[in-house]
């Protein structure tokens, strides 16, 4: 079975307004199969929302492969891969991005107006049964304005995961959460991902965060090194503390970063 996301010598480089060309991506290997958690840490501006949107078939890459389950989504057409993300890709924002006029339930039914015939029948049901996943049975009334951050970001969880998709990709998720909120709404997106047999790609400052994936990966520079998770929680353990983003990165970078962009993803 060919892995789920196979990405060789991936780059993005875009235009400036003055005509200048910024290599965002440099290079990228990463192998990602079915139900594994992989996540992403690095600096602002280092290139991981980009990454994730070409992982998650929103852009092409300006040169490189990217095979999605063995099929070379670089060379679909538009409304191919349109399709192909709308089927099998779920993604979880910092700032939720739910809409304010709709209920919960009324949100995460949305994907499956544009499912299969089965889901569209069925998406009701289906809602309420990732709401209740979810923890949040009971608000499926509730607009996000009547809800937590943690709330609306379980109503974004059961969202992004209602169409089953086979890659769930999280743009820092715990970002506008505190540490606690944070801690229990990725650990409920890790879990329910682990259950689903779905692949997770989480983008994240916070090595607590990047502790509960499988594999860790820095991306610096346009190139992504593979970084040792056990190094990275054990660093935790020993603190104990809360770290900001750039110290939670600095930890990450030295001594653990393989050379390597680690070809293959280590897998
Ligand atoms: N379409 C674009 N045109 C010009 N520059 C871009 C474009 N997209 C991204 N960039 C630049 O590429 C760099 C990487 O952007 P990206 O959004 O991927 O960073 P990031 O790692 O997600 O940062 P953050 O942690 O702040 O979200 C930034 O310097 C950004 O300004
Ligand atoms: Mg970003």
């Known amino acids: 079975m060919p892995p789920l996301l196979e990405l060789r010598g991936l780059t993005r480089s875009v235009r ?77 924002f910092q700032q939720f991005n739910l809409l304010d006029g709709r209920t919960a339930l009324e949100n995460v039914m949305m994907p499956m107006l544009y499912g299969t015939a089965r889901q569209f029948w069925r998406r009701e049901r289906t809602a309420r049964e990732m709401l209740d996943r979810v923890g949040l049975a009971d608000r499926a009334r509730s607009t ?25 990709l999280a743009d820092e998720p715990t970002g506008a959460l505190d540490v606690t909120t944070g801690e229990a709404v990725m650990a409920l997106l890790d879990q329910i ?5 779905a692949a997770l790609v989480t983008i994240t400052h916070d090595l607590q965060v990047a502790a509960l994936s499988d594999r860790s990966y820095l991306l610096d520079e ?14 935790l353990a020993g603190t ?16 653990t970063g393989s050379p390597a962009s680690a070809p293959g993803g280590g897998a």
């Open 16 to 92: 400036l307004p003055d005509r200048r060309s910024l290599d965002i991506l440099r290079g990228i290997d990463l192998v990602v199969r079915s139900g594994e958690h992989v996540s992403v840490v690095g600096r602002s501006g280092s290139g991981k929302t980009t990454l994730l949107n070409l992982l998650g078939l929103i852009d092409r890459p300006t040169s490189g492969s990217l095979l999605f389950d063995g099929l070379d989504v670089t060379r679909l057409s538009d409304r191919r891969r349109a399709h192909l993300r709308g089927a099998s890709v779920g993604f979880v």
């Open 144 to 168: 996000p304005n009547r809800l937590s951050g943690g709330e609306q970001q379980r109503v974004a969880v059961a969202r992004a995961l209602v169409r089953r998709p086979r890659l769930i």
């Open 193 to 197: 991902a682990r259950d689903s047999g």
């Open 222 to 235: 346009g190139t992504l090194h593979a970084v040792d998770t056990d190094s990275a929680r054990s660093a």
């Open 240 to 255: 104990g503390g809360i770290r900001t983003g750039r110290e939670a990165v600095r930890t990450a970078s030295p001594s």
